[in-house]
């Protein structure tokens, strides 16, 4: 099987759910996505108004591998042969994740859902997954937050901070550094409210180890310089919006009002009443004329 995957991943898987009856399993093998991702693209909760792209004309995969595939539900898709070989382009470094600034609002409520779900993840686990920072994590945790009482907790996988293999990624590592630094003999707990993998909750599917993800173990020093690095963009103002953190509103204090004291009003002197013999004579307009 080739590991070529698709150009566009989520717009090829959505046009094969809506298009095609293959499995979420055999869709989710060929576009490198998790299979809850995909049952999530049939019910409509990811890749929300994104157009699916027709793989077959575009030339990536045949019709009769399809009506193979649909056939077989075992088969693995394949894709169609390269007619143009493209060149390759040396990787880009890892760079920290972009929250679209119409979802930052949710990320509290995400850093919520994964302080409940689990809280074996480290601080800096939840700062990779949703793109937060520390002391706002802190403050949901103690609930000491502007906005607590409005936080509800929320899937990041469902609100689209994160990939699915990201955050079970994130898990299984937490998972095994509790593991290790568990004293020998002290009970293991029980899953809780944690998310199970998808071969134990799907029916039928068993392990698929190539949708496992791969982990690799990261030294204290690496989480830290990651973790700085992703801080100090933040602070830059280039990445954190200002709903994650309640603006400092200052109130001038009330001037003192001065007593004032009212003026000393002097009475009017009081008119004498006027007679009509008294009254003015109206002024002629005739003037006198010269001798």
């Given amino acids: 099987m080739s590991d070529r995957k698709p150009l566009m991943p989520k717009a090829t898987a959505v046009w094969l759910v809506d298009n095609t009856a293959l499995t979420f399993e055999q869709i989710a093998v060929l576009c490198g996505l998790h299979t809850l991702e995909v049952k999530g693209i049939a019910d409509g909760d990811v890749a929300q108004g994104i157009k699916g792209m027709d793989p077959v004309t575009s030339g990536q995969l045949t019709r009769e ?3 193979r595939g649909e056939k077989d539900p075992a088969h693995k898709l394949r894709m169609a042969e390269q007619k143009v070989v493209l060149p390759q382009t040396a990787t880009r470094k890892k760079r920290p994740r972009y929250t679209p600034v119409s979802r930052r609002h949710d990320r509290p409520n995400a850093v919520l859902w994964l302080l409940r779900q689990h809280p074996e993840l480290k601080d800096s686990q939840i700062i990779r997954l949703v793109g937060t920072t520390k002391p706002t994590i802190t403050q949901i945790r103690e609930r000491t937050h502007w906005n607590t009482p409005n936080l509800v907790p929320q899937d990041p996988v469902t609100l689209g901070l994160c990939k699915q293999l990201d955050l079970d990624a994130e898990v299984q590592k937490a998972a095994k550094r509790a593991d290790a630094e568990r004293p020998a003999g002290a009970p293991i707990p029980g899953p809780g409210g944690a998310l199970l993998p998808a071969s134990e909750t799907v029916p039928g599917l068993g392990p698929q180890p190539d949708l496992e993800p791969h ?7 690496e989480e830290e310089a990651e973790v700085f690095a992703r801080l100090q963009q933040l602070s830059s103002g280039a990445e954190e919006a200002a709903d994650d953190e309640q603006p400092d509103v200052t109130f001038s204090e009330p001037a003192e009002s001065e007593a004032i004291e009212p003026a000393e009003i002097e009475p ?3 008119a004498e ?6 009254a003015p004579e109206p002024e002629t307009a005739v003037s006198e004329q010269k001798d």
């Avoid at 982990?215 to 020093?221: C, G, L």
């Fill in 215 to 221: 982990i690799r173990e990261q030294s204290d020093a």
């Fill in 273 to 278: 009443p006027v007679t009509a013999d008294q």
């Fill in 268 to 270: 009017a002197e009081e």
């Fill in 65 to 67: 591998e399809i009506e």
